[in-house]
């Protein structure tokens, strides 16, 4: 296995740290391969970096989130912010532009980044992107994250969790039937039902709404240098995030590629919702090489 080496990079308002396995500049040529979430971290990509042993891998902290302690008082989760320190990041590990591999918020993203920094990128795979503008019921999906996040004001992360589950395993737009629905029990999805009091979390909260409002410039994107990919989970078919990824794709003139298993699929079993790391592994591959 290759070892990973951490790194902390000091740019206006944070300590970013950031984890480089294998040599800068890559042995062979090839680009890095940078994995990005959000608000996942860094360790969420473990499972799946070790199936890139012949690539130097960089995975690192968003700002604000895990070992990436900002210093800027402030607390929102924004895609422009985010990519403006990626491109300090990739200007960082000095050896030109990378691949990435980017999940979730943190495809949304790498978007902004390559719309502001095209060179920055040759080949982007946003894996499943939460945008809300690219559906045809946006306001019913806004409305949905304002059921989760008011459950989480009003009683607290396991309440929250739980109405957040709720939303991302509906199937198909958010209609009459998805608000009538009760409240759902937290317990009845491995949740705490007590409240600890805290109202901080990144993805219950509206620190990080600007990431599902963003809004892609599809002129820009398919004007970019980048080629861009969007791809979906084939388990996560109906979905929140899948129909959002196959929005952005259609937005961008091009169908979404289909990964193995979920919207977390190169996740090991080690959070408790695993996919299926190495098959995710192999099909990256081939849609890297494919560019």
């Given at each position: 296995m290759t070892t990973k080496q951490t790194h902390h990079l000091a740019v206006p308002g944070v300590d970013l740290v950031y984890?480089?396995?294998?040599?800068?500049?890559?042995?062979?040529?090839?680009?890095?391969?940078?994995?990005?979430?959000?608000?996942?971290?860094?360790?969420?990509?473990?499972?799946?970096?070790?199936?890139?042993?012949?690539?130097t891998v960089v995975t690192?902290?968003?700002?604000?989130?895990?070992?990436?302690?900002?210093?800027d008082g402030r607390s929102d989760h924004t895609p422009q912010q985010q990519a403006a320190d990626l491109h300090l990041l990739i200007?960082?590990?000095?050896?030109?532009?990378?691949?990435?591999?980017?999940?979730?918020?943190?495809?949304?993203?790498?978007?902004?980044?390559?719309?502001?920094?095209?060179?920055?990128?040759?080949?982007?795979?946003?894996h499943e992107p939460p945008i809300n503008a690219v559906l045809p019921d946006a306001t019913a999906?806004?409305?949905?994250?304002?059921?989760?996040?008011?459950?989480?004001?009003?009683?607290?992360?396991g309440h929250g969790m739980a109405a957040f589950i709720a939303m991302t395993s509906w199937q198909g737009e958010f209609t009459d039937a998805y608000f009538a629905q009760p409240a759902p029990d937290p317990a009845m999805v491995g949740m705490p039902t007590d409240d600890d009091g805290?109202?901080?979390n990144p993805l219950l909260s509206k620190?990080?709404?600007a990431i599902t409002d963003y809004r892609p410039d599809a002129g820009v994107l398919t004007a970019a240098s980048t080629r861009i990919v969007i791809a979906v989970g084939v388990e996560s078919t109906g979905t929140y995030t899948a129909r959002t990824a196959l929005g952005t794709a259609a937005l961008l003139g091009q169908e979404a590629v289909v990964f193995p298993s979920h919207h977390g699929g190169f996740l090991g079993g080690e959070f408790g919702y695993a996919g299926q790391p190495e098959q995710?592994?192999?099909?990256?591959?081939e849609v890297l090489a494919a560019g």
């Amino acid at each position: 296995m290759t070892t990973k080496q951490t790194h902390h990079l000091a740019v206006p308002g944070v300590d970013l740290v950031y984890d480089v396995r294998g040599p800068l500049p890559p042995a062979d040529g090839r680009p890095a391969l940078l994995m990005i979430g959000q608000p996942m971290t860094a360790e969420g990509f473990d499972a799946l970096a070790p199936h890139f042993t012949d690539r130097t891998v960089v995975t690192y902290d968003p700002r604000g989130l895990g070992r990436s302690v900002r210093t800027d008082g402030r607390s929102d989760h924004t895609p422009q912010q985010q990519a403006a320190d990626l491109h300090l990041l990739i200007e960082t590990l000095d050896a030109g532009p990378v691949d990435v591999l980017a999940s979730s918020g943190g495809a949304v993203t790498a978007l902004e980044l390559v719309a502001t920094h095209p060179a920055d990128v040759v080949t982007l795979v946003a894996h499943e992107p939460p945008i809300n503008a690219v559906l045809p019921d946006a306001t019913a999906a806004e409305r949905a994250r304002a059921g989760f996040y008011d459950a989480y004001q009003a009683k607290g992360f396991g309440h929250g969790m739980a109405a957040f589950i709720a939303m991302t395993s509906w199937q198909g737009e958010f209609t009459d039937a998805y608000f009538a629905q009760p409240a759902p029990d937290p317990a009845m999805v491995g949740m705490p039902t007590d409240d600890d009091g805290s109202r901080d979390n990144p993805l219950l909260s509206k620190s990080s709404w600007a990431i599902t409002d963003y809004r892609p410039d599809a002129g820009v994107l398919t004007a970019a240098s980048t080629r861009i990919v969007i791809a979906v989970g084939v388990e996560s078919t109906g979905t929140y995030t899948a129909r959002t990824a196959l929005g952005t794709a259609a937005l961008l003139g091009q169908e979404a590629v289909v990964f193995p298993s979920h919207h977390g699929g190169f996740l090991g079993g080690e959070f408790g919702y695993a996919g299926q790391p190495e098959q995710f592994a192999a099909r990256l591959r081939e849609v890297l090489a494919a560019g």
